[in-house]
């Protein structure tokens, strides 16, 4: 059993930056690849990145590739979002979720994660 808290989220201008964490309960984390999904009004969720257990490989999806960064310690049982250059369309709520998968191909299907977190609200103004 894995349990995961999300904070950092908040209201940030358009060009500006925003971090955040994940973090996860249990003695297996590092066993668990850990993905960055977000959802805004009225939209499906959708992947954002995730960082592969073992490889600790990362993967973005197109349109935050150069401006987010994905991270982890799994010492202190904790994965980071780095989000720069933030633009309006990336308002939504932020879910990190756990999963044992690490094949990049399946990476941003939700269905590959057996746990999430509540969630975290960006809004970024124009």
């Known amino acids: 059993q894995v349990q995961l808290v999300e904070s950092g989220g908040g209201l940030v201008q358009a060009g500006g930056s925003l971090r955040l964490s994940c973090a996860a309960s249990g003695r297996t984390f590092s066993s668990y690849t850990i993905g960055w999904f977000r959802q805004a009004p009225g939209k499906e969720r959708e992947f954002v990145a995730a960082?592969?257990?073992?490889?600790?490989?990362?993967y973005y999806t197109d349109s935050v590739k150069g401006r987010f960064t994905i991270s982890r310690t799994n010492a202190k049982n904790t994965v980071w979002l780095q989000m720069n250059s933030l633009k309006p369309e990336d308002t939504a709520v932020y879910y990190c979720?756990?999963?044992?998968?690490?094949?990049?191909?399946?990476?941003?299907?939700?269905?590959?994660?057996?746990?999430w977190g509540q969630g975290t609200q960006v809004t970024v103004s124009s």
């Open positions: 979720a756990a999963g044992r998968t690490y094949e990049s191909t399946r990476l941003s299907e939700k269905t590959e994660y057996d746990y």
């Open positions: 960082i592969a257990t073992i490889t600790w490989n990362t």
